[in-house]
Nanobody
Framework: QVQLVEAGGGLVQAGGSLRLSCSAS????????MGWFRQAPGKEREFVAA????????YNADSVKGRFTISRDNAKNTVYLQMNSLKPEDTAVYYC?????????????????WGQGTQVTVSS
């Protein structure tokens, strides 16, 4: 089992920045590929970014390319999502997810573990 706990959400003005973190416990973090997803009210869950267990490869959704950066620190069992140039449409609950395969996936159903989520609200 893997437990994931997100932190770092909050209220920010458009154009601002936030950094989300996701701390993992319960299993060797370095063997997990990690992803960030988000869900806005009334909308389906959406892929945001993913990173391989090594951190060498990452993949971002088109909607956040050039603005969001995913990274990880395996020594701290933590994955991060740096969000810059935030827009009101980025408002959502952001979820951290882990999968027991080292490769990247943008499909939520391919992730085995999920955090409880952290709210990000971007005001215009």
């Amino acid at each position: 089992q893997v437990q994931l706990v997100e932190a770092g959400g909050g209220l920010v003005q458009a154009g601002g920045s936030l950094r989300l973190s996701c701390s993992a416990s319960g299993r060797t973090f370095g063997s997990l590929a990690m992803g960030w997803f988000r869900q806005a009210p009334g909308k389906e869950r959406e892929f945001v970014a993913a990173i391989t267990w090594s951190g060498i490869s990452t993949y971002n959704a088109d909607s956040v390319k050039g603005r969001f950066t995913i990274s990880r620190d395996n020594a701290k069992n933590t994955v991060y999502l740096q969000m810059n140039s935030l827009k009101p449409e980025d408002t959502a609950v952001y979820y951290c997810a882990a999968r027991s395969i080292e490769t990247i996936s943008s499909r939520g159903e391919e992730y085995d573990y999920w955090g409880q989520g952290t709210q990000v609200t971007v005001s215009s």
